[in-house]
C-alpha cells in the first residue's frame, strides 16, 4: 500500500512539474505560430554541447539539469510579462588589426578607435550588436594558409566592451584564421568581458535576459567551421526551438557577395570567388517564417537595403563598421550605419533610426555629419525593395507606413 501511495505522490509531482513547464516555460513566441517538427538530435550534438529543453525532447524530471532549467528559464512574477520594449544597437563588421603578417597592421590609436560619438551613441542600446570579422588570439593559434588572416590582440575584447558591445557573430569566413587556438582564445577573451556571441559549430547559439526579455541569438555563415547558412533544416529547427524559449529571436547572417559592384540584393543566390554566398532576400523570409524577430546582415563589406517582414526588422548588409587595416575602407566601402532598433517585447519593429558613420584609415570610425550612409541606404531600398512597409526620413527616422 505504502509502495502504491508513493507512485500515486510521484505521478502527481510529474504531472505537476510537466503542466508548469508546458504554461510557463514553454510558451512560443507569439512570431512562432507553427509546430515545430522534430529535431534531428544527432545533428543537435553536432552542432552544440550545451543542454537545452525543447518542445519535444524527453526530459529525466529527477535531474539537476531540469532544476537548473526551471531556474534559469521561468518566471512566476506575472509583472515580468507585461509589454515593454528594447532597444538594439547593430553594427556590421568589425576588425581591430591584425598581426599577420606583421604587428605593423596593429593599431596604434587603441581606445580611440571608436570615437566618443560613436561610443554615447552605442551605449544607448539595451543590446550593442557587431559581426567580430576574426580572431582575438594575442600571440596564440597557427594562421591559415590564405591571402588575408585576421588576429587581433587579446586588448580588443576590451575596446569592444568599452564601446558598448554586449553581442556578437563570430560566423564568417575569418572565424577560423588562427585555427582551433585561435577560436578558444576568442571565447575566452569575450567570456572574460562579459560579451555574448554565438556562431562557432559547438557554440552555435546564446540566449540571455536584457529588461526582463529573452533574448535568443543564432549565427550563421556559409563557410566552413561555423554553423552552416545552407543546412536550412537544422537552422529553422534551432530557430523554432530558440522561439519557443525566449521572448525575442535574433539571427545573424554573414551572406552576399563581397564589395562596391555588389550593393544591390538580387533575390536569388549569389556567388563570389567559386563561393555560393547565398540568398540574403529570401534566407531573411524563412528565417523569420521560422521564428526570427530580427536578422541582421552583413559580409559584402558594404551596405545594403532595410526592409520589414511580417513585422520583423531585417538589415541585409551593415557594411564595414571598424576595420582598421587590410580592408578596403575606400569609397562606399568606407561608410556604415549604426541601425537604432526599438521592438516591442514580442519581437515587433516600433521605430528605428539610422546614424552615419565613416572609417578614416588608421583612425577608426567616426560620426559623418555628412549622413553618406543614409542617403546610400534611402536609395538602395528605394531601388530593390519599392514595395516595403518602411519609411525612412531625411533625418534617418524609420517607421512602419
Not at 356 to 373: A, F, L, M, P, Y
Request: include cysteine; charged fraction near 25%; glycine fraction near 8%.
Amino acid at each position: 500500500m505504502e509502495k502504491k501511495i508513493n507512485k500515486m505522490l510521484l505521478s502527481i509531482i510529474l504531472f505537476k512539474v510537466i503542466f508548469f513547464l508546458q504554461s510557463c516555460s514553454l510558451q512560443p513566441n507569439p512570431r512562432y505560430n507553427t509546430n515545430p517538427e522534430k529535431a534531428n538530435k544527432n545533428r543537435e550534438v553536432h552542432y552544440e554541447n550545451n543542454y537545452s529543453l525543447t518542445a519535444d525532447e524527453e526530459v529525466d524530471f529527477g535531474s539537476e539539469e531540469l532544476e537548473e532549467i526551471i531556474s534559469q528559464n521561468i518566471d512566476v512574477d506575472d509583472t515580468k510579462l507585461e509589454s515593454s520594449q528594447i532597444r538594439i544597437m547593430t553594427t556590421g563588421d568589425i576588425m581591430l588589426g591584425t598581426r599577420i603578417p606583421n604587428e605593423s597592421y596593429y593599431p596604434t590609436v587603441g581606445d580611440a578607435l571608436f570615437s566618443d560619438q560613436v561610443k554615447t551613441i552605442l551605449k544607448r542600446g539595451d543590446i550593442v550588436f557587431g559581426n567580430l570579422e576574426g580572431a582575438i588570439c594575442g600571440e596564440t593559434g597557427k594562421p591559415r594558409n590564405k591571402k588575408y588572416v585576421f588576429a587581433m590582440p587579446d586588448v580588443a575584447a576590451s575596446w569592444l566592451a568599452d564601446a558598448g558591445f554586449n553581442l556578437l557573430s563570430v560566423a564568417n569566413n575569418h572565424a577560423g584564421d588562427m585555427g582551433d587556438e585561435g577560436c578558444i582564445n576568442t571565447k575566452k577573451m569575450l567570456e572574460n568581458y562579459k560579451i555574448k556571441f554565438a556562431g562557432y559549430l559547438d557554440y552555435p547559439s546564446t540566449s540571455f535576459i536584457t529588461n526582463d526579455i529573452r533574448i535568443g541569438f543564432v549565427a550563421t555563415s556559409p563557410n566552413a567551421g561555423v554553423v552552416y547558412l545552407h543546412d536550412l533544416d537544422w537552422l529553422t529547427s534551432k530557430v523554432r526551438g530558440l522561439a519557443l524559449q525566449n521572448d525575442i529571436v535574433i539571427v545573424s547572417m554573414h551572406i552576399g557577395a563581397e564589395g562596391k559592384d555588389h550593393q544591390h540584393i538580387t533575390r536569388k543566390d549569389e556567388k563570389f570567388l567559386g563561393e555560393n554566398r547565398g540568398d540574403p532576400y529570401h534566407f531573411a523570409r524563412k528565417m523569420i517564417d521560422a521564428g526570427a524577430d530580427l536578422v541582421l546582415g552583413h559580409g559584402p563589406h558594404v551596405t545594403r537595403a532595410i526592409d520589414i517582414y511580417k513585422g520583423r526588422f531585417i538589415a541585409y548588409s551593415l557594411g564595414n563598421f571598424c576595420t582598421y587595416s587590410r580592408v578596403n575602407i575606400r569609397g562606399v566601402n568606407g561608410i556604415a550605419p549604426i541601425l537604432e532598433l526599438v521592438l516591442d517585447r514580442n519581437g515587433e519593429f516600433q521605430f528605428g533610426s539610422i546614424h552615419s558613420t565613416k572609417q578614416i584609415s588608421r583612425q577608426g570610425v567616426r560620426i559623418d555629419h555628412q549622413n553618406e550612409v543614409l542617403k546610400k541606404i534611402i536609395q538602395l531600398t528605394n531601388d530593390d525593395i519599392p514595395e516595403t512597409d518602411l519609411m525612412i526620413d531625411e533625418n534617418g527616422f524609420i517607421t512602419v507606413k
